[in-house]
DNA sequence: ACAGGCTCCTGCAGGC
DNA sequence: TGCCTGCAGGAGCCTG
């Protein structure tokens, strides 16, 4: 299930991969999934612009489409230099989502929701059996981080500021992780492994936690992304990059998937619980 | 306004 | 061996 690391993996691996490349052509599936905005309206706007970028917003991947070298658009400097006539191409992979950029010829898998074909021959595809992952269309330059997540980016966040996120709210700590709206890109496997290394019990209110703690808590989750990231994210069912390749992250997982097995700290058995809805992972003895 | 629960969807694991 | 049930969860929506 694709998290933060995960997406910024697969967000790097596109922009590699495709920064420069056009886009010819839009074929999409006839389900009302995935899709945001109306398909139809996606294969009309897409064709002829040129991805210009592909960066990561919260656990949306976004695609800067500028104007391509041939349109009206691309030879007024005005419009150039506001961004007018910009668009974003967001994709968010939900659980099951993935984009995998391949030759033509290669089998099309089941699931397979959106096809861009590329002027250098390549097609980057978006399969997602589950159909939570979502597409959509935005209009203008930089509307995305506030469109599509408010939330604060969990690596960026200071002291004080990751501090205030919580104190008004009387939900549990792992809640108050996975709600976008505060930090965005956070999901169940980072919010669980950040508690345990915090030392935190995930049902804990989240205006209970001490300034210690909560500072505990962003560092723990700062060290958690990073070190994943570096990883290439974790690798649970089908999760893969754009170039195929699987993470490696989940190697070190303390808490996570690990219910019943010892603590790699302490040596007591980890513990499985439904907390928010998910399932939640942590250690009775090295979580208070 | 906020919190919690339900819903969507498919693949897979486990039980009988 | 095969079928069937239940579980996995991000986020939008509904309710209290």
């Given at each position: 299930m694709p998290e933060l690391p995960e997406v910024e993996t697969i967000a790097r691996g596109v922009d590699l991969l495709l920064r420069g490349d056009q886009i010819v052509h839009v074929r999409c599936s006839d389900k009302p999934e995935p899709f945001k905005t109306p398909p139809g309206e996606m294969a009309a706007a897409l064709p002829g612009r040129v991805i210009g970028s592909v960066h990561r917003v919260g656990k949306h991947i976004v695609f800067t489409l500028v104007a391509g070298p041939d349109s009206a658009a691309s030879h007024d400097v005005r419009r150039r230099e506001t961004g007018e006539g910009q668009v974003e191409w967001v994709v968010h992979l939900g659980m099951t989502g993935r984009l995998l950029v391949t030759a033509p010829e290669a089998p099309v898998p089941v699931h397979t929701h959106c096809i861009l074909s590329l002027a250098s021959g390549r097609e980057l595809r978006f399969v997602d059996p589950r159909r939570f992952g979502r597409l959509s269309l935005l209009h203008g330059a930089g509307t995305a981080p506030l469109f599509v997540s408010p939330g604060q980016e969990p690596l960026l966040a200071r002291p004080e500021e990751f501090r205030l996120l919580f104190h008004r709210h009387r939900t549990s700590i792992k809640a108050a992780l996975l709600n976008q709206k505060l930090l965005?890109?956070?999901g169940n496997i980072y919010a669980d492994e950040s508690l345990f290394r915090a030392g935190?019990?995930?049902?804990?209110?989240?205006?209970?936690?001490s300034r210690k703690e909560l500072e505990r808590l962003r560092q723990s989750l700062q060290q958690v992304l990073r070190r994943a990231i570096r990883m290439g994210g974790s690798s649970v069912s089908d999760y893969v990059d754009a170039t195929g390749e699987r993470g490696l992250f989940q190697i070190e997982h303390m808490v996570y998937g690990r219910t019943g097995k010892p603590c790699r700290v302490c040596g007591a058995p980890i513990r499985r619980i439904v907390v928010a809805g998910r399932g939640t992972h942590y250690c009775p003895h090295c979580q208070r």
């Open positions: 965005a890109g956070v935190v019990r995930p049902r804990r209110a989240a205006c209970r936690l």
